[in-house]
Every structure is written in structure tokens, then in C-alpha cells.
């Protein structure tokens, strides 16, 4: 009986350390921000609170969740999930990294976009994850734009000023 309770009591601490060790990362891994050849970069002319502002708008807008909104360092990252269809056994989503810096009085916007390809069965168990740097260039020249955009007003097409035509007056066939 003493040799039961000594066992189970030299076990509580080891099942607290196990516990400890499978919770979530509290501080992600920021040298992911590291800047290298696969970052794309944009300046604008605007200071560097209003880019990550807009930036931060943008991808938010985009579904994105974001996981780094970092104002003192100008870090930025966030994952959008799977798409398609749910029955399929590979699911793709996307996730980025984005920095804003201060660039000759205006900002620099510098992305890399990863497609994360997920397939298997039964997750942490016969999965795989595969990550593809997206290199397309019109897709950073439609984030760029979007973000210069983003604060601007949307202005409704212009309205009509001619003259209405009479129902006689219409082309055969309207």
C-alpha cells in the first residue's frame, strides 16, 4: 500500500509537466519576419502608422486571421483557413507576413505569402503539411494597391446627365 501511494504521488508532478508542455505558444517565433529574397516590397509615400493601419485593414478584410499585430515593431502576420470543398482529404489555406518600416519620409510595405497544403487522414497523425512561397507578382501588386486604396473614399460611378429618350425614341430591339 505505501509502495501505491509513493508511486502515485512521484507521478502528479511528471502529469503537471505534461500538461505544461502540450498548451499553446504564447509568443509566436518572430524571426519568421527575418527579411530575405522572398519578401516583396512596396514603398508609399504616406508615414509608416497609416501603411500598417491600411495593411492591417486589408488582410482583416480579407478573412485573415491575425495573430501578430505588433505597432512597435511593424510586424504583422495572420493565416486564412481552408477552402473548397469539405469533403476533399487536402485542404489549403494561406497565411503572411508582413513588416511596415519607415522608407526616405514615407513607408515601406515588405510580404511574403505562403500557401500551406495540408493532406492525410487524421491530423498529428498520417498528415502532411507542405508550405509553398507564392511568388506571383500580380498577387502583391493587388495587395499593394489595396492597401493604398483602403483609406480613400469609394466614389459612386458618375450619374447620367443626358437626356431621357422617349419610348418612341428607342432603338429597335431595346
Not at 529574397?37 to 491600411?54: G, K, L, P, V
Not at 481552408?82 to 510580404?111: C, M, Q, R
Request: net charge positive; glycine share 10%; hydrophobic share 35%.
Amino acid at each position: 500500500m505505501r509502495f501505491l501511494a509513493r508511486w502515485s504521488a512521484s507521478l502528479a508532478p511528471i502529469a503537471l509537466l505534461a500538461g505544461c508542455a502540450g498548451g499553446p505558444v504564447i509568443q509566436p517565433d518572430r524571426s519568421i519576419f527575418t527579411l530575405d529574397n522572398n519578401y516583396q516590397h512596396f514603398s508609399y509615400s504616406m508615414a509608416i502608422e497609416e501603411t500598417f493601419d491600411r495593411t492591417v485593414s486589408v488582410f482583416r478584410e480579407g478573412g485573415y486571421k491575425l495573430d501578430v499585430i505588433d505597432r512597435a515593431t511593424g510586424q504583422i502576420s495572420g493565416r486564412r483557413g481552408a477552402t473548397g470543398d469539405k469533403g476533399l482529404t487536402t485542404d489549403k489555406g494561406l497565411k503572411f507576413y508582413a513588416l511596415v518600416l519607415p522608407n526616405n519620409g514615407g513607408s515601406e510595405l515588405s510580404i511574403k505569402i505562403v500557401q500551406i497544403i495540408s493532406s492525410g487522414g487524421i491530423p498529428m497523425v498520417n498528415s502532411s503539411k507542405s508550405e509553398l512561397i507564392v511568388t506571383e507578382p500580380q498577387m502583391y501588386r493587388y495587395v499593394f494597391q489595396r492597401v493604398e486604396n483602403s483609406g480613400k473614399q469609394q466614389s459612386a460611378p458618375p450619374a447620367f446627365n443626358g437626356p431621357n429618350p422617349s419610348p418612341g425614341e428607342l432603338p429597335a430591339g431595346s
